[in-house]
């Protein structure tokens, strides 16, 4: 759908810039936005590096089996037809752990991989599991302590205050994320004593 919305807003742009005869204002505004691009590009390119290393680090000690002993009581509640599946508990605990950072970019191959693993035990294969409906809403409103992201982007404009947006940022996540597993945990109950 994006890929018809943004061409359309795009063309739209541009018969509206030759109509009221700002082309030169058009064209300033294209070279400001791509030198922006590649400013953020840079800037956030820094940041995911450093977040990734981080987390390869963590992949490779035993913090990442502390952090998923940590987690286990979140994952259970979550996702209690997991059960036993250490393997997906902590390929799902990577990808929380990441979200939490605020590293959405290095989040989305290990949210990926979990749901690949997911995918292999689910039985009907056309239609997600239960743990795949909540693992998609855990990722879509995931509460953030440090979203590196923003941070980043809001630095690279020239914000006087990169970080004032974590407050505000914690409370949105988390009353998302509440939401969220509230909506998906009464849907699935209602749709499981549908089937019976």
């Not at 995911?48 to 290393?53: P, Q, V």
């Not at 913090?63 to 996702?79: A, N, Q, S, Y």
């Not at 292999?120 to 056309?126: A, S, T």
């Not at 239960?130 to 509460?143: C, G, L």
Request: include cysteine; proline fraction near 4%; hydrophobic fraction near 50%.
């Amino acid at each position: 759908m994006l890929n018809l919305v943004w061409p359309f807003f795009i063309i739209i742009s541009f018969f509206y810039a030759i109509i009221s005869g700002n082309i030169e204002k058009l064209n300033s505004s294209i070279f400001e936005s791509t030198s922006q691009a590649i400013e953020l590009s840079i800037s956030l390119l820094g940041t995911i590096c450093l977040w990734n290393g981080i987390m390869q680090i963590a992949s490779k000690t035993s913090l990442l089996e502390r952090l998923t002993k940590f987690l286990m009581p979140v994952l259970k509640f979550l996702f209690p037809k997991l059960k036993n599946n250490q393997k997906i508990k902590n390929e799902i605990a990577m990808n929380m752990v990441a979200n939490i950072l605020g590293l959405g970019n290095a989040a989305t191959p290990l949210g990926l991989k979990a749901m690949e693993s997911m995918q292999k035990d689910n039985l009907k294969k056309d239609t997600l599991s239960d743990s795949m409906m909540m693992f998609i809403v855990i990722n879509s409103a995931s509460i953030q302590l440090i979203p590196t992201t923003v941070i980043a982007i809001r630095s690279s404009l020239g914000s006087e205050n990169p970080t004032q947006i974590v407050l505000p940022v914690w409370i949105a996540t988390f009353f998302a994320a509440i939401a969220g597993i509230f909506a998906t945990k009464l849907l699935i109950s209602i749709t499981n004593k549908g089937t019976k």
